[in-house]
């Protein structure tokens, strides 16, 4: 199965272009394979390929706008037309994957009406072309390859598009326009970026749409942390949230409001948090990728996202919290202008403060190691949100953030509870387990006793998630949990770390269980993951009180594992740049045969594990996701950027991102 887009087209008034929308998906049935990222195609003319050798030099950039096609290394349907001739005739569209907002099928659904926000041009960012990313559509004889892992068609993500760089990011400031293709898109107009206030346009935009969220008090100033007092610590039992208590439908604000309203929804808002630290250097490349988060997830959404910077103040003698000059200082000297409003100062001494029990912070190690406690206080300044994501800095995505996390969060909202926790200890290979429902199945007939139901409890904690409606979960037909939101979305499988053998497995403190008996889950990467504020809340309870840690990666995990919380595994589109193993060979690698877990570990693990799209590991990093993002912005080994070079792909996590 591949997703397609079936878009609703629209003239954009005075520019003649077509905006490709997502409102729409048809999926339908495909025969072609290829799970391995190949880049390959036809010169336009001749270029010295030698400026690419190295590291994964198979990965070829030609003076052409790039498509992947299929691996050769499978026997599979090729594409009938020389597409290497057609190439720069593919059709440039503005890509908006959003509802149709204020449309009467919306409005019977959703509380409130849709207001257009402004952007750093000053002008509504909705409809205008130079706020809009671009896309290029696929002709029907190249379709995506099929991810090794994970899958485009049953999350949502396909598209029928592919992404290049200048379409991509020329509305964020990327000003180098590669070629002069007639079908590429106007460069947008300047912006004196230096002038923007990123928090300011937020706040903005979420006051327009205020009337379509529940009524919570939105902050108008940059957030703040600050050191506890005796109250905080006295009173942090009301700091939990009963999920039933935080789920439960707000009524309309007024009789008038209800007549009107029905069964309208107010709308949930998510909050995006960047990890980062006074020392990072703000390259072009990261700028233009937090403002087009900025763009894409907030301004064009009306408010349902909101994007703010966490950045750790190493310098613990710096006393931003006792000097408000201090504080100015640190954001003049480490966060450029533009994003000041939206920068939240912390440091190794206000997180000891609050958390005085859990575990040892080092200056060097301690954002590794509690990377947590900043995401669990900030649900405590800003409890407007309902979902806190957090990223770190070097993740980067092809495509476009809202359509990407609106179909991540959208999809765990549809999964059952019953045998979600063993579905998410396995990566979904298409190539192996066929459709979803087959992997379902798969998993269902592993674990025939039923798995995991509610709780998994440990001494000292009392669990804050719903009871199972019934007794045993073979009674309940997989209806449990659909339509009800996720408090933990990875998109990484989610393992049992004792059994799978992982290095920080017993990195556990002040459990009363103790490391041999307390019940744990882990990912074995954690760089984009979404938390709720029940779940965050939670954490924050257990820390203050008891003084419990765990590694970052397994903290979340364990804390939804605990407390009986909905703890879902996106699958996400996962690419490998491997040609001398099968399907079966990778599977039998990192989906463990047997029910305990995700891979058998190992070092072949680590060895395969660096060709891999998206991944981290405290003793090897992926190359492959370096490079093929090098490739993408045009630069070669020797870090030049070749304004001809043009790689067209599809919507692709990629991480780390180093040195860009």
Known sequence: MLGRLNPGLAQEQGQGKKIATTRDFNFRATTFQAGFLNL???KFTEVNDAAFEGPFRNIRVHPATLLIQANDDFDVPRPSADFGESAVDLPFELYDPYPDYNSK????????AHFPCKGPRGVDVNGNSDDMLGAYKQPS???TPVPIFGSYDITGLGSGYCFERHARNSPYGDSDRPGDNANDRPQPSSVDWDKINWGQLQRECAVRN???FEERKIDDGPPMFRYPNHQDIEQVNSTLLMTEESRAETKPRSVRGQKRSGAQRYKKRNAILLRTYDSKEYTPDNMHHIRSMITELSLHSGAEYEVFLLVQILDVEKPIFFD???YQDALDLYVPREFHDIAVLFNVPMMEAWYPKAGKHDPNNSQQVHMTQPLQLFSLIRPDFDLYWQFELD??????????LEAIRQWAEKQPRRLSWERAAYFYSPFIHGTWAKFCRKIQNIFEGGGIWGAVTTTGIDPIGPKPPMEFPDEDDFQWGVGEPADMINIMPIIDPVQDGMMFRNWIDNYPDGKENTPRRSAPVTPLIAMSKPLLRAMHHSQVTMGTHMMPEMFPESSALHHGLKAVAFPEPVYLDIRDKSPEELESIFNDQSPTGMWNGGSQNSQLAQHINYWWSANFKPEFSNVLYRRWLGIDDEG??????????PAITLHPIKGI
């Open 40 to 42: 390959q195609l036809k």
């Open 105 to 112: 099928a919306w409005r019977r659904k959703w509380h409130g």
């Open 141 to 143: 004889t190249v379709l």
């Open 210 to 212: 205020q009337d379509r």
């Open 324 to 326: 408000p000059k201090a």
């Open 395 to 404: 993740v980067r995505y092809t495509g476009h953030h809202y359509h990407h």
């Open 640 to 649: 030049n950027r070749t304004a001809d070079t043009r790689l067209c792909l």
